[in-house]
């Protein structure tokens, strides 16, 4: 075995620089932006202070900023504006209530239902919101069920990582890597051109989730009782037969054993009346609530009457949904110093204070159950986080308060006016692209302008759509795998793998590239990995004289291979919460189903590509 020639000190020093970022992004203590911001300016300055020159020519340092203009990271972004409108406009929902029905009739083939429909639609858009839709269904199934929760969750978010590497734009990796193989002189991948690999490799893993990874995963007992808990606010119409006619208001608090908040009275359309419980009431009276839908049925119910949606004049059933109107989901930290901190949210009086409405408590390291009725009396530690509920002006006020600190990651509620609108603008991105009329990064950009112009989404959504730590984890890792290309560092790794390849088969090192990038990607950003795999898959695909495609494949599949760890993708986390898992249930699930994608592939790649 020849070990190829040590490259030149600029070569070196890029690498050594790339150990140290991927050493930092692997760090839980420090922010991903963080890190990614350092090394980025670290790169720019050496290159800046220590110029690098080839064939008489003077790179410049300024070159690594084009990565904020890359054609990958514009769709990337653009894409997520898009997403953001779905999952605003609650455009995924139907098909909720879709699987929720299907669910009654056949658990498992329900299941694998679920599992195929995540897939599908990850294949085109961001799976967050994908995951966002089933997580409350199918906590609600299991519920009704008696089935764990745990034994689905954690499938289901598997399968939508799984779609998300049959197309180009399935996700911000597949992006990532074509737009680099490309920029390096590989012909331009087409949206579907592969899409079988995917499709061969993604049916076995399917087939794993539904039949085999249930049945490791142990049954836990979460004390989440609703997957996306929202408050609603409606109009409890006082009928002539209820039992609140010619009585006072507080005859509606005593019948509702004291749970039933009235935040107005309308007697008459837009004519509110003195609130007090002395007040009498008629038929005809709109009583203002704001509780869950489950707790505004049951008042409905209790005091026979009739709700209705606010500014609707059809009752609430099925067809007619609640809907939250300018409402917002944030989280905020009871930080040190607050006044909340060694009080009960009672004790304070936070819902008058704050006009907020708490959803449920997160504390580190200890389960606390999110029953609404039992938040108020939980005592406040440092470090908790509050998830509450409230108009987009108390949220913009909270954010003033000195007592708490809103997190970004406020969240609007879904409304489905614009529906229609945002349907066909994500088909009109897919099918643009698909057929070759216009760039993923034109069609998304415009599909985004356009549902801003509709009004399915404004300026804000689109702004907080954007997420600045993909944005600084991208653009560092375009910066670092242009400078292992221009220095020879891409070739020189190329050469190694190749060196410590021996004579094994092109199968067998290809085989081996993509393990390396599961691994990797387990570890640190997917999106880090794939930019900087890919460079080193030409480079070794130049040494084997072979066509270069089947390595960057290799890198592209095994950079999504993100199974094996609820750190390694941003969905891991989301179903991590939610079904309540340690990290030894994601490593115990997510390694078979790793290993199966990886051999698969192995098998499949060389036979269609070599």
């Known amino acids: 075995m020849i070990l190829p020639p040590l490259p030149g000190f600029h070569a070196l020093a890029v690498l050594a620089l790339t150990a140290v970022a991927l050493l930092l992004f692997s760090q839980k203590k420090i922010q991903l932006e963080t890190s990614s911001l350092f090394i980025f300016l670290i790169l720019t300055v050496g290159f800046e202070l220590f110029p690098y020159q080839s064939d008489g020519e003077v790179f410049h340092a300024t070159n690594f900023f084009y990565g904020f203009g890359n054609e990958a990271l514009i769709a990337v972004c653009a894409l997520m504006i898009a997403g953001q409108g779905i999952l605003r406009t609650g455009t995924l929902d139907p098909v909720g209530r879709m699987l929720a029905r299907a669910w009654k009739k056949s658990p498992s083939l329900s299941f694998l239902l679920t599992l195929l429909l995540g897939a599908f639609i990850s294949a085109f858009i961001n799976n967050v919101p994908v995951v966002v839709l089933l997580l409350p269904v199918l906590i609600s199934v299991s519920l009704k069920t008696g089935s764990p929760a745990s034994s689905v969750l ?119 009346i003195y609130l007090h419980p002395g007040v009498i009431l008629q038929p005809g009276d709109h009583l203002v609530i704001n509780d869950t839908p489950d707790q505004l049925k049951e008042f409905e119910k209790v005091l026979q009457g009739t709700l209705f949606p606010v500014g609707s004049e059809v009752p609430i059933d099925a067809e007619e949904p609640l809907v939250a109107a300018d409402q917002q989901i944030a989280e905020i930290l009871i930080y040190q110093g607050s006044s909340l901190k060694g009080t009960t949210l009672k004790e304070y009086h936070f819902a008058e204070r704050t006009g907020m409405t708490t959803l449920a408590i997160h504390r580190s390291g200890k389960k606390l159950k999110r029953y609404l ?108 795998g242009k400078a292992m290309l221009i220095t020879g560092g891409a070739d020189f790794l190329g050469k190694l793998f190749v060196a410590l390849s021996g004579d094994a088969p092109a199968a067998l090192i290809l085989s081996g590239l993509m393990l390396f990038m599961a691994i990797l990607t387990n570890i640190i950003s997917n999106n880090a990995t794939a930019v900087i795999g890919t460079p080193i898959a030409l480079s070794i695909a130049q040494q084997l004289n072979l066509d270069p495609e089947p390595f960057v494949l290799a890198v592209l599949f095994g950079a999504n291979m993100s199974f094996a760890t609820p750190m390694a993708y941003k969905t891991n986390l989301l179903v991590m919460n939610a079904g309540e898992y340690s990290f030894s249930d994601f490593f115990k699930v997510g390694t078979p189903l790793v290993l199966i994608m990886w051999v698969t592939l192995s098998i499949v790649l060389p036979i269609l590509y070599l």
């Open 154 to 272: 954690m499938p289901m978010g598997f399968s939508t990582l799984l779609g998300g590497t049959a197309t180009t734009i399935g996700t911000s990796t597949n992006l990532l890597v074509v737009s680099v193989a490309s920029d390096m002189g590989l012909k331009q991948m087409e949206m579907f051109d592969f899409v079988l690999p995917a499709v061969i490799s993604g049916s076995i893993c399917l087939l794993y989730l539904w039949q085999i990874a249930p049945r490791l995963i142990p049954k836990i007992e979460i004390t989440l009782t609703d997957g996306s808990p929202r408050i609603f606010t409606a109009h409890l119409e006082v009928t002539e037969n209820s039992p609140l006619v010619g009585q006072p208001l507080s005859k509606a608090f005593e019948l509702t054993d004291n749970t039933m908040e009235v935040s107005a009275i309308e007697r008459g359309e837009g004519k509110p």
């Open 373 to 480: 009725d039992k938040i108020s009396d939980v005592k406040l530690k440092q470090g908790d986080i509050l998830l509450v509920q409230g108009s987009r002006e108390k949220i913009k006020e909270l954010k003033m308060d000195t007592n708490v600190l809103v997190l970004d990651s406020t969240m609007d509620l879904p409304h489905s006016k614009k529906i229609p609108q945002v349907t066909v603008i994500m088909l009109g991105i897919i099918l643009t692209a698909a057929f070759g009329i216009l760039p993923i990064a034109i069609s998304a950009s415009c599909g985004a302008l356009l549902m801003i112009l509709t009004g399915c989404i404004t300026w804000r959504d689109a702004t907080r759509a954007l997420n600045v730590q993909v944005v600084l984890i991208v653009v560092t890792s375009l910066a670092l």
